[in-house]
């Protein structure tokens, strides 16, 4: 319950999230409560005050976050299935970075009840698991309308026995777009594109596929519009009302808002400084009437929305990498605060704008490239988790059955040291 800072080590809620409560009623065993980054806030693993959470299997590589604790106990089978926050890909990252799948739902689709917030519009819990299966048995317990507690769900909510449904479904022909923004970017390794647009060849060619190369050219500011709606949008959330925010009509967990209101007060000073950037940045903005920026992205966000929406009227999904990078390896320990930033850049560029348009996203593995798992982002249409899920599972067993010919093709999975725990399984 530390969110990743050491302020709140000890606190307990007052009540259970509605999420916890589903996996309780439906036969879910909790083994325990994972490590994450330190207010879920770095797509690395290195600002937790419990210290850095390494991979399962590329040794003293970042596993990704910010919800690196629960990937590595899904890696290492010492959980089943895990639940994690995505507010700008805390959940596709270390899926796409230790091989797994993780999903982020439909905006509302999930309740939120009892989770601490980074930024109303852009707040995600999200199933985490090794196959898309065990993923969707997750999602159908968690999802559904929690009678008006969470402001962000609509009260006609339907959940599909997601489970069943998946069984025996023909995905041949389908419309795959290829998105051109998500490949090329700056930081990207080139052998990541190669080999997203590999996989969705050969699986296109098997499955009678359509597959065309798409533009959303707003898609390339998503990470941008994202860190202003987060950067100021996160003071009044995390800094102001402890998690919780302000002007919405769902449950306000008060005691949360007590004790981190008041922790973040006292330890701002020893905040990594990554966090301490962040408050930084958004409180300059505020104080100094830049707000209209905080407008300014909510707009584009609808209109991002709105070029989403378009593509999705004409294909099943839309393809691109989850990240562009494979796990990095760690920052030196005297790194420069501008290396620190460089660090944290672009690695969301294809996650944030999932997380700004609602739509559900999921990333699974596609392969490796050396020891170092690659993720494929699939994007469908709002509350079209179903057929997201169909295609995904689809894609996964293709993976599976064809793993030694991609291994001669592209990159070879090669002698990955691991964990004694991983090596046991």
């Not at 937790?48 to 106990?73: K, N, Q």
């Not at 639940?83 to 509302?108: E, H, M, N, Y």
Request: aromatic share 6%.
């Amino acid at each position: 319950m530390m969110t990743g800072c050491q302020f709140l080590e000890g606190y307990v809620p007052d009540f259970d999230a509605t999420v916890v409560t589903r996996v309780l009623d439906a036969g879910g065993v909790i083994l325990g409560k994972a490590n994450c980054e330190e207010l879920c806030n770095s797509i690395h693993s290195m600002t937790s005050a419990s210290g850095p959470v390494l991979h399962p299997s590329v040794t003293g590589h970042s596993p990704g976050g910010s919800s690196s604790g629960c990937a590595v106990l899904l890696a290492t089978k010492e959980v089943d299935i895990a639940i994690g926050g995505d507010q700008g890909g805390s959940v596709r990252s270390p899926a796409s970075w230790c091989g797994l799948v993780g999903l982020k739902p439909t905006f509302g689709l999930v309740p939120y009840t009892g989770g601490a917030s980074r930024e109303f519009v852009v707040d995600y819990l999200c199933p985490m698991a090794r196959t898309v299966d065990d993923c969707a048995l997750m999602l159908e317990v968690i999802a559904g309308y929690d009678d008006g507690k969470d402001a962000r769900q609509p009260r006609d909510l339907i959940v599909p026995n997601y489970t069943e449904q998946l069984k025996d479904v023909d995905t041949r022909g389908l419309r795959i777009a290829l998105l051109e923004e998500g490949f090329g970017h700056k930081n990207s390794n080139p052998e990541v594109d190669k080999l997203i647009r590999h996989r969705i060849g050969l699986f296109a060619a098997v499955f009678r596929s359509k597959v065309d190369d798409v533009s959303i050219p707003l898609h390339s500011a998503g990470q941008a519009i994202g860190k202003v709606i987060g950067n100021i949008g996160g003071i009044d959330a995390i800094f102001s009302t402890g998690g919780v925010g302000l002007h919405h009509t769902g449950v306000y967990p008060t005691s949360m808002m007590r004790g981190v209101a008041s922790g973040l007060a006292l330890y701002a000073r020893e905040m990594h400084p990554y966090n301490k950037m962040q408050i930084l940045t958004g409180s300059y903005l505020k104080e100094n009437n830049y707000l209209h920026l905080y407008g300014k992205a909510q707009n584009l966000r609808r209109q991002l929305t709105r070029d989403y929406d378009k593509v999705l009227e004409d294909y099943d999904v839309i393809a691109m990498p989850t990240v562009p990078i494979t796990a990095p390896p760690p920052l030196k320990s005297d790194a420069s605060f501008r290396e620190l930033m460089e660090y944290c850049s672009d690695v969301e560029v294809n996650l944030k704008p999932g997380n700004l348009t609602g739509h559900p996203s999921i990333s699974i593995n596609a392969g490796n490239l050396g020891c170092s798992p690659v993720g494929l982002l699939l994007t469908g249409k709002k509350f079209g988790e179903l057929r997201l899920l169909q295609i995904a599972r689809a894609f996964e067993n293709f993976v599976e059955v064809n793993a030694n010919h991609f291994e001669d093709n592209i990159g070879s999975t090669g002698a990955c040291e691991i964990f004694p725990k991983a090596r046991e399984n």
